[in-house]
């Protein structure tokens, strides 16, 4: 049914709506955490995953964006953190954002990424439905581009942080996409990377650190994982404290009971 929809859906997008059916309709009757919920943005419909939390307390929601190609329950940063989040007082949605053919390049992506900021401000809405007012952005690759440059457009109140896992930059773009963006974040930001992530992620580590100090940004950390690719193989559980432990600082939530 979700893939006739999409299929019939507005002609205005550019993601392969089709694509997007036939992934929702894989994953969907195979999770174990979270169920699927089905999110408007203008006027066209997406797939998204929400769990809540598995703890007697809720310290709020984080919305998770994917990487480039992927789908919100993708075995790599996704599922880890969508599923092991709620374990520790956190409701989750993690959203399908726009994708392209699986053989696309670089720049039909890059021109998808505008496309993903009504289904960032439609999760944001369905998750202020459930009574959350303490909402974290998590995005991964692609999806943490996809949530730097929202953010640098609108910041919803109901945004208090921001963690970018894996994020790419281009050194000859230091006014557009995320250098341009970072210049514009005053929220809390963790830039957090492996030792052995990808090249768009490792040299422009400085060019990153120098755009947050540029927006004035004392509330950005840059955090290296030792031993970590891009997709933190092997490291979920690192990974899963690390932003457990930053989110307790900066967006701890008012930890009421259900």
Known sequence: MLLAVLLFATPLWASDLAREGRIANEIQDMLLVGEPVTLQAQGAPFFGIYATEATAYSQGAVIILHGRGAHPDWVDVVNPLRSRLPEYGWKTL?????????????????????????????????????????????????????????????????????????????????????????????????????????????????????????????AYRQHQVAGADHFFNGLSDTLIAEVRAWLGRVAPGETVNR
């Open 94 to 218: 993690s959203i399908q954002l726009p994708i392209a053919a699986s053989d696309a390049s670089d720049w039909v992506y890059r021109a998808l990424i505008p496309e993903a900021f009504p289904r960032i401000t439609a999760a944001v809405e369905f998750l202020k439905q459930q009574g959350v007012a303490n909402i974290v952005l998590i995005g991964h690759s692609l999806g943490a581009r996809m949530g730097v440059e929202y953010l640098a457009q609108t910041a919803p109140d109901e945004l208090r942080a921001f963690v970018a896992i894996g994020l790419p930059a281009e050194v000859a773009e230091a006014d557009t996409g995320t250098l341009g963006a970072l210049k514009k974040l005053t929220l809390p930001v963790l830039d957090i990377y492996g030792s052995r992530d990808i090249d768009s992620v490792l040299d422009t580590v400085p060019a990153r650190a120098a755009s947050a100090r540029q927006a004035g940004n004392t």
